[in-house]
């Protein structure tokens, strides 16, 4: 068992501020399985993607429902949707600005067996400011999977500041033959609060040791001797890896974490 924490020194572990009001969503894609055809989606690239009930390549059939998207014929293509977050499902510019939210995405891919590699499929995430100008974008790993099963992916990124709008991009590349062989089915993208990363504090050689994990960024330590006041201040000491250490002190004294 660790020994007691010396006698004034207390750790709140509270949430950042709005932290609470940021929302999830349901999935924010229309027509994120291909039963509607391509509609809703931009077709680009040399390929012509667009969409299969298994007869493209007979044993593929699509994961769920009556059609799956596919590259068709050609060296690469996309299949692009934009969403505009503010006030979809509750999404506020504050949550985004203030880095409370995360998008989520998950879909599912399948080739025809053509050796290692055999064609191949990912996601790009790009994220817009109001004027649809990129601020960054994400790609996940090309899925190939040829072993006739589909296979999953999933992930989260953080959405920055001054995003207003993400497009989901369906990226088929051809590494084999004429046609592009590669199956997308069930996309989904979703908006979540971000995860609230947890303060930890250890007694150390008569010292208060308060860090959380240092692979964590853009929040800032704030300290407060007084709940009742609320007068919370950025920590007025050196933070090296997300770990400050501090001497004993007199009264009591309280920790967090927030977002600028």
């Not at 998207?69 to 509750?90: I, K, R």
Request: some cysteine; aromatic content about 10%; glycine content about 8%.
């Amino acid at each position: 068992m660790p020994p007691p924490l010396r006698a004034g020194w207390l750790a709140a572990l509270a949430l950042a501020a709005g932290m609470m009001s940021a929302t999830a969503t349901t999935n924010l894609l229309l027509n994120p399985g291909a039963e509607a055809g391509t509609n809703d989606w931009v077709v680009g690239g040399v390929s012509n993607p667009s969409v299969d009930n298994g007869a493209f390549d007979p044993g593929i059939n699509p994961h769920s429902g009556n059609y799956d998207f596919y590259g068709h014929t050609g060296a690469w293509g996309t299949l692009s949707q934009t969403v505009f977050l503010p006030g979809n499902q509750g999404i506020s510019t504050a949550d985004i600005d203030n880095g409370l939210l995360v998008a989520t995405l998950s879909f599912w891919e399948k080739s025809l067996n053509q050796g290692t590699p055999s064609d191949e499929a990912c996601i790009i995430l790009s994220f817009l400011d109001a004027n649809t100008n990129l601020i960054s974008t994400n790609a996940t790993p090309y899925g190939d999977s040829h072993d006739q099963t589909w296979q999953n992916y999933s992930n989260q990124y953080a959405i920055p500041a001054g995003t207003r709008l993400i497009t989901y991009t369906m990226y088929f590349l051809r590494n084999v033959g004429n046609d592009l062989d590669s199956f997308i089915d069930d996309n989904v993208l979703t908006v979540e609060p971000a995860a609230i990363p947890a303060l930890s504090i250890a007694y150390v050689a008569n010292q208060t040791v308060v860090s959380w994990p240092p692979t964590v960024t853009g929040w800032t330590l704030q300290t407060n001797r007084n709940l009742a006041t609320d007068t919370w201040g950025d920590y007025p000491g050196p933070v090296v890896n997300n770990t400050v250490t501090n001497p004993p002190t007199t009264g009591a004294l309280f920790f967090r974490l927030t977002l600028p």
